[in-house]
């Protein structure tokens, strides 16, 4: 029911496919989709929370060690979050470093007709995936989904079958939880996106499903990480966070988070950190860096669930 949390913002704005994609690379960042904000002083600002200052993107992706996997954390229906996405993906692309790519967005379903469009990404259709276009409108990830089918070592399906989910929530009491903090963390992160329409205690079983997905998608990054490459998923910033996400069951190997932001009125970086379970936990534990992007009209999602 997590997908339910990541869900409520896939309304919205679309992405112009590209094309040539490894050919576009360049060092110079895309020209902005989201109308409000475009000249903030943060926008487009790659920030190093550890360090506490700016990076250059190209510079950052040059730095990045082979075997690491880079996480993009999404808003899902922000058109410049999938930009960057693209961005990143022509960068290491063009650079002959891009390893496995996986999506949030793919089921273990849909594998074998992934796998089976390999090398053939430009001329993948919707059809031909199996998109799942209800939850996921395939215009927002037609050119990394290509990209990746072209230029990755394999586009991997990190996300549980429609199937492995109905069993999974069917006996979500049987989840290996992190600890009771973590899974009360993320019940009261889903009653917040819901409005309060329900307790946290109610919650539980859909944080544990939440648990269940975050596992399942670091399972699949492990199967398929690429030691001498630059490995990249793409998911909502919930499991891109270090703290509360999918770096939670990777175990030893390496990542660097990056959570992708809308700028509001605040110039601080660090006032755009998500919350952390703890007071004391420090913003390196939360995620690596935060890239700043123009902000999208704002929706009363809670006006719309409470209207339904």
């Known amino acids: 029911?997590?997908?339910?949390?990541?869900?409520?913002?896939?309304?919205?704005?679309?992405?112009?496919?590209?094309?040539?994609?490894?050919?576009?690379?360049?060092?110079?960042?895309?020209?902005?989709?989201?109308?409000?904000?475009?000249?903030?002083?943060?926008?487009?600002?790659?920030?190093?929370?550890?360090?506490?200052?700016?990076?250059?993107?190209?510079?950052?992706?040059?730095?990045?060690?082979?075997?690491?996997?880079?996480?993009?954390?999404?808003?899902?229906?922000?058109p410049d979050h999938h930009q960057l996405q693209l961005w990143v993906l022509q960068q290491l692309a063009a650079e002959q470093r891009?390893?496995?790519?996986a999506m949030e967005m793919l089921n273990t379903a849909q594998q074998p007709a992934l796998d089976a469009q390999l090398k053939q990404g430009t001329l993948s259709t919707p059809q031909a995936l199996?998109?799942?276009?209800?939850?996921?409108?395939?215009?927002?990830?037609?050119?990394?989904?290509?990209?990746?089918?072209?230029?990755?070592?394999?586009?991997?399906?990190?996300?549980?079958?429609?199937?492995?989910?109905t069993a999974l929530r069917q006996n979500t009491a049987a989840v290996k939880e992190h600890s009771a903090a973590h899974t009360n963390y993320l019940a009261e992160l889903m009653v917040k996106s819901h409005c309060g329409m329900f307790t946290a205690e109610r919650a539980?079983?859909?944080?544990?499903?939440?648990?269940?997905?975050?596992?399942?998608?670091?399972?699949?990054?492990l199967a398929n990480s690429q030691a001498d490459k630059v490995n990249v998923l793409i998911a909502g910033a919930q499991h891109a966070r270090k703290d509360i996400g999918i770096p939670l069951w990777l175990g030893e190997q390496p990542v660097v988070s990056i959570l992708m932001v809308s700028v509001a009125e605040s110039t601080d970086?660090?006032?755009?950190?998500?919350?952390?379970?703890?007071?004391?936990?420090?913003?390196?534990?939360?995620?690596?860096?935060?890239?700043?992007?123009?902000?999208?009209?704002?929706?009363?999602?809670c006006a719309q669930l409470k209207s339904s």
């Not at 990076?55 to 880079?70: N, V």
């Not at 409108?137 to 996300?159: E, I, K, M, T, W």
């Not at 399942?216 to 990054?221: D, G, I, R, S, V």
């Not at 755009?272 to 009363?300: E, R």
Request: aromatic residues 8%; contains cysteine.
């Open 98 to 101: 891009l390893g496995a790519v």
């Open 1 to 78: 029911m997590l997908s339910g949390l990541l869900l409520l913002t896939t309304a919205g704005c679309s992405q112009t496919p590209v094309t040539d994609t490894v050919n576009t690379a360049s060092a110079t960042l895309p020209s902005w989709q989201a109308p409000e904000r475009q000249l903030h002083p943060l926008v487009g600002t790659l920030y190093q929370l550890d360090a506490n200052q700016p990076i250059a993107p190209k510079a950052f992706l040059t730095q990045l060690p082979a075997g690491t996997w880079l996480l993009l954390g999404e808003q899902h229906d922000h």
């Open 204 to 221: 539980k079983p859909a944080a544990r499903m939440q648990i269940g997905r975050d596992q399942q998608m670091a399972k699949q990054m």
């Open 269 to 301: 970086p660090k006032d755009y950190l998500p919350q952390a379970i703890t007071a004391d936990t420090p913003a390196s534990a939360i995620a690596d860096l935060i890239w700043f992007v123009p902000a999208i009209p704002a929706v009363d999602y």
């Open 130 to 165: 199996n998109w799942p276009e209800k939850a996921w409108p395939f215009a927002r990830y037609q050119g990394q989904v290509q990209l990746a089918l072209d230029q990755a070592s394999r586009l991997v399906a990190a996300d549980l079958s429609d199937a492995e989910k």
